[in-house]
C-alpha cells in the first residue's frame, strides 16, 4: 500500500510509531496529484512548496517530541470557498480571480494549527452555486459528476490525493460529492463549527464540514474545528465533546427512524436496495427500527429556493452589477433570478422553515437517528441535466441533487453522509445518518457501527 492510500487515522498511527514521515506522506499525496489531477481536475491551485515546506516542519517537531495530534503531518485540501493566507482563494470564479488573503479562515486556522499539511485549494462550483462543480470529474469514472459544490474536495478524497478534504453545505454541498465519489461526508450542527473566512452562500443556510476516507477520521477533523466563535454570530456557545470518545460503543438499543415518505420516493432501485440493506444491517447490530413521517417533505424544495436565492443575491449584489460578464452564465442567471424573490415570500420560507424545525423535532422524541438515501442516484453523466423516473416523471439535475440533502439544511441538524455500496456500473451510493441537534457523537457512532460492518466504507477510486 502506498501512503497516500492510508485513512487520516491510519497515517497519524503510522506516524506516530515513526514508521512513515510527515515528509514521505506529502511527497506520496503530491506524486498522486500529479498523476491523476490532468484527468480530475480536482485541485483549484496545487501548494507543493508550501507543503513540502510544512511537512518539514511537521517532522523536525515529531522528532524532537512535540507532536501536536493525530492531525500533525496529515495532508488536508481546502476547498477554494476558505481564505488561506497568502495562497489564491478565488472560490472557483473569475469574479475573484488573483485574491489572496492576508489570513486563514477559523477552520483552517485550526486544522493548520493542529499541524495540518495544506497541499493545495480544491474546487468548488463556482461560489457554491450548484450541485455539479463542471472543472471537476468523478474519480470512480471521469465520464461523471463528482457532485457539488465541494466536488473537489470528494474527488480529492477519494482519489487519494488528500486524507481530508474541507467542504462547506447549504443544500448538500458535503453529502452529494460524498455519496456520488464513495467518501465520507459531515455536515456538522448549524452553529458547531465556525464560517468565519469562508464565502457565503446562503448564511443561514452555510455550513462548514469535513470529507474524509472513514467515520473516525471526521470524528477527527469535528475535534479540531468545532467551537464557539463571537465573530461568527450562527456559532452556538455549548460544549464540545471529544468525537472519537464512544465511537466504538455500538448502538444496541438505538431507536433509528426509517421514513415512510419523502426520502424512498423517486429513487434508483440500487439506491433503496444498498440503503435497506444497510438499514438491515443495523437492526443485527441491536438497533430498533421505527417508522416515521418525515413533516413538511412536500415543502423542502420550497422553503431551499427561497431562502438561498434571495440571501446568494444579497451577498452578490455589488459584483453582480460590477462585474456580471465574469461570472458563469448558469451562475449569473440564479443570481439574477434570486432578485425576483418577494421579501414576503421570503419571510414565509423562513417561517416554514420554524414549523419544519419544531416538526423534526418532535419526530426526533421517538428515535435518535433517521437513516435514509444520501442521493437518488449514483453519479450523473458530465453533460446530464435531468433524469426520468419509472412513472414518467422527469426532475432536472439539480433539484434531484438537493432533495435529499436539503432537510438538514433548513432543520440545522448534523447529517452524516457514508457510502453503502455501489450500482450496477460500479458507482458508489450513500446513505445519510440524521441526528438531533449539537448530537454529532450519536451520529458518528452509528456510521462506525455501520464502517465496522460492512465493506463499502475507506475505498480509494482505482483511477491510475
Known amino acids: 500500500m502506498e501512503p497516500f492510500e492510508l485513512s487520516l487515522m491510519a497515517a497519524a498511527e503510522e506516524i506516530s510509531a515513526g514508521r512513515l514521515s510527515p515528509v514521505e506522506l506529502t511527497e506520496s499525496v503530491l506524486g498522486r496529484i500529479e498523476a491523476t489531477e490532468g484527468a480530475l481536475g480536482a485541485y483549484a491551485h496545487v501548494t507543493p512548496e508550501l507543503a513540502r515546506k510544512a511537512a518539514a516542519h511537521a517532522e523536525q517537531e515529531i522528532a524532537a517530541g512535540r507532536h501536536r495530534g493525530p492531525l500533525h503531518g496529515i495532508p488536508l485540501g ?274 416554514l422553515r420554524t414549523l419544519m424545525q419544531q416538526g423534526w423535532a418532535v419526530m426526533f422524541d421517538d428515535i435518535d437517528v433517521l437513516v435514509t438515501p444520501g442521493m437518488p442516484f449514483a453519479a450523473p453523466e458530465v453533460g446530464a441535466t435531468g433524469t426520468t423516473w419509472s412513472d414518467g416523471v422527469t426532475e432536472p439535475i439539480t433539484p434531484a441533487l438537493i432533495r435529499l440533502t436539503s432537510p438538514g439544511n433548513l432543520t440545522g441538524q448534523p447529517v452524516l453522509s457514508l457510502p453503502v455500496g455501489f450500482d450496477g456500473a460500479g458507482l458508489p451510493l450513500g446513505m445519510q445518518v440524521t441526528g438531533r441537534p449539537f448530537d454529532e457523537a450519536t451520529v458518528l457512532r452509528v456510521g462506525m457501527a455501520y464502517e465496522r460492518a460492512s465493506e463499502h466504507v475507506g475505498k480509494i477510486a482505482p483511477l491510475v
Open 78 to 351: 481546502v476547498k477554494d470557498l476558505y481564505d488561506t493566507a497568502g495562497v489564491p482563494s478565488t472560490s472557483s470564479s473569475k469574479v475573484r480571480a488573483g485574491r489572496v488573503p492576508d489570513t486563514d479562515s477559523v477552520a483552517v486556522e485550526k486544522l493548520l494549527a493542529a499541524g495540518m499539511v495544506m497541499v493545495g485549494k480544491t474546487h468548488t462550483h463556482e461560489f457554491a452555486f450548484g450541485g455539479i462543480t463542471p472543472t471537476t470529474r468523478n474519480p470512480w469514472d471521469t465520464g461523471r459528476i463528482p457532485g457539488g459544490s465541494s466536488g473537489g474536495s470528494g474527488a480529492a478524497v477519494a482519489s487519494g490525493t488528500c486524507m481530508v478534504g474541507m467542504g462547506s453545505d447549504t443544500a448538500g454541498s458535503i453529502r452529494i460529492p460524498a455519496a456520488l465519489c464513495g467518501t465520507v461526508g459531515l455536515k456538522p450542527t448549524y452553529g458547531r463549527a465556525s464560517r468565519r473566512g469562508v464565502a457565503s452562500l446562503s448564511w443561514s443556510l452555510d455550513h462548514v464540514g469535513p470529507l474524509t476516507r472513514n467515520v473516525p477520521d471526521c470524528a477527527l477533523v469535528l475535534n479540531a474545528i468545532a467551537g464557539y466563535d463571537r465573530l461568527d454570530p450562527a456559532t452556538v456557545d455549548v460544549p464540545v465533546p471529544d468525537y472519537t470518545d464512544g465511537l466504538d460503543d455500538g448502538i444496541a438499543g438505538l431507536r433509528v427512524g426509517v421514513p415512510t415518505n419523502y426520502f424512498f420516493e423517486h429513487v434508483h432501485p440500487d439506491v433503496e436496495r444498498s440503503v435497506r440493506a444497510a438499514i438491515t444491517v443495523l437492526e443485527g447490530l441491536g438497533a430498533e427500527l421505527r417508522e416515521v413521517t418525515v413533516p413538511y417533505a412536500d415543502q423542502v424544495l420550497a422553503a431551499e429556493w427561497a431562502i438561498i436565492m434571495p440571501e446568494a443575491s444579497s451577498y452578490h449584489q455589488r459584483t453582480l452589477r460590477e462585474v456580471p460578464g465574469l461570472y458563469l452564465e448558469g451562475t449569473r442567471v440564479s443570481l439574477e433570478a434570486g432578485e425576483l424573490v418577494l421579501a414576503t415570500d421570503y419571510i414565509k420560507a423562513l417561517r
